[in-house]
């Protein structure tokens, strides 16, 4: 399954990024120059689009998402056509 943002919906999620107290703080390192302060979050990387992603053990990347964007990815998930659960 391949899916994308719209260019307005990823501006929306780095805007949300810079709003949430540890995505700033993984910014500032990601974006950090010095290479000292890349071994603060080394399991993070930022995309090409500024998209910000987890790399889990197994070297899987999972598309972070802001504690105030939680609730809103979870209820669309939940209420969409394609989901079984019930």
């Not at 709003?19 to 080394?42: C, I």
């Not at 990347?61 to 939940?78: G, Q, T």
Request: hydrophobic fraction near 30%; charged fraction near 25%.
């Amino acid at each position: 399954l391949l899916i994308g943002l719209s260019s307005d919906d990823i501006n929306d999620w780095i805007s949300t990024y810079q709003q949430d107290s540890h995505y700033t703080r993984v910014l500032e390192h990601l974006n950090d120059s010095s290479t000292k302060n890349k071994f603060q979050f080394p399991q993070y990387r930022l995309d090409t689009s500024g998209l910000i992603y987890f790399e889990d053990w197994e070297g899987h990347s999972h598309l972070c998402i802001p504690d105030s964007r939680k609730l809103e990815i979870l209820d669309e998930v939940h209420n969409s056509q394609t989901e079984s659960a019930h």
